[in-house]
């Protein structure tokens, strides 16, 4: 066994006990607040120290290289530490999407997740990868609607265990599957899948050339890849000092090494050998409703009183409230020490994000749909 193989099985065993330690056996039979609340204080400790080890407010050439070496542990801990608040304030499908007028927030969710579905041309019986599943939300909604296998690679212990989880629960455990594994390294063989997409995952990527070779691999000739890819767009002037902490707070609070552009990624496709059928930047329709609206104090864009809740929680209002009971509870001892400088990584993602959004400088859905050519060229 070569010594990358003999690290990265280490690797893996050490995660997959810590996510015992620190999250319990009885994982996904808890969520949000009651799952927050039971974790083991000092493993919880220990997961914020890690994710933080690295968003210490510098953005020099040698911070950033040792961010993206360490981009395993640093997502690993980050997904840690922040999956029960996903949970809490988005549900189970952890990505942006676009507005309809008169639309419901979680409709609005599953139909990003089904247009991507569309665009890659999921059929019934297809064997399909998910690159970065998060906890199995648009797996879930993908794999009902089309009659697609799908395989959820998720290098998050706590998220594939709760995805697995929900599967069962919502008896779809025939159609799905989540498996640990590093979307730069995958364990599958060669032309494995009919189609593979990913959403808001591969930007977590050191290099997209690393991930996006993986899926060519994986992929069957003749087969489809399509993203929501993060990106930062050409209005983005990485010497600009404005653009860069915008970009720097996105990287915070979301725990993504380094933030590319759309043409960085375009070409990464490319360079890997795939064929792009599509670059559509979503973000970039004149929408009455912005895709960021649910983190702003924005009430006028609220489209139907079930998403008063959601819209509370998630914004500007909502976001100080739960920091401040956050710290409270860390202060009489019920939540874990540093919940609370969690909750001000993820206060300062969502300033990103939205500063991002309102200056056009960022979307969190460039959407490629990429073909991998029956022969090599
Ligand atoms: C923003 S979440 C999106 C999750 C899911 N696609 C969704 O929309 O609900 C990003 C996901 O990418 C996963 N991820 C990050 N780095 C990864 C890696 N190196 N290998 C596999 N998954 C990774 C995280 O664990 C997380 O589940």
Known sequence: ???????????????????????????????????????????????????????????DQEAEKRRLEDYNEGTHSYYNVVTDFYE??????????RFYKGENFYAAVARHELYLAYKSNIQEGDLVLDVGCGVGGPAR???RFTGAHVIGLNNNDYQVAKANWNAKKYRLEDQLEFVKGDFMQMEFQDATFDKVYAIEATCHAPKLEGVYS???????????????????????????????????????GDGIPKMFTADVARNALKSVGFEVQLAD????????????????????????????????????FGRKFTTF??????????????????????????????????????????????????KKK
């Not at 015992?20 to 056996?25: I, Q, T």
């Not at 912005?290 to 104090?297: A, R």
């Not at 139907?304 to 998630?314: E, G, K, N, Q, V």
């Not at 056009?360 to 959407?367: A, D, G, I, R, V």
């Open 141 to 143: 909604e993908i794999a």
């Open 214 to 252: 993986e899926i060519y691999r994986v992929l069957k000739p003749g087969g489809t890849f399509a993203v929501y890819e993060w990106v930062m767009t050409d209005k983005y002037d990485e010497s600009n000092p404005e653009h860069r902490r915008i970009a720097y707070e996105i990287e915070v």
């Open 88 to 97: 809490y304030g988005w549900g189970s499908s952890f990505h942006f999407c």
């Open 325 to 374: 009971m956050v710290w409270l509870m860390e202060l009489v001892g019920i939540a874990p020490k540093g919940s609370t400088q969690v909750t001000n990584a993820l206060e300062e993602a969502a300033v990103g994000l939205v500063a991002g959004g309102r200056a056009k400088l960022f979307t969190p859905m460039m959407l490629f749909v990429a073909t991998k050519p029956q």
């Open 281 to 316: 930047d979503l973000a970039d329709n004149n929408d009455e409703i912005p895709w960021y609206y649910p983190l702003t104090g924005d009430w006028k864009y609220i489209q139907t009183l079930s998403d008063l809740a959601t819209f509370f929680r998630t914004s500007y």
């Open 1 to 59: 066994m070569s010594s990358t193989l003999e690290d990265t099985s280490t690797l893996r065993q050490r995660q997959a006990q810590f996510t015992k330690e620190l999250h319990g056996e009885d994982i996904g039979a808890k969520s949000g607040f009651a799952a927050f609340i039971s974790k083991n204080k000092s493993a919880q400790k220990e997961a914020v120290a890690k994710y933080l080890k690295h968003w210490d407010g510098k953005t």
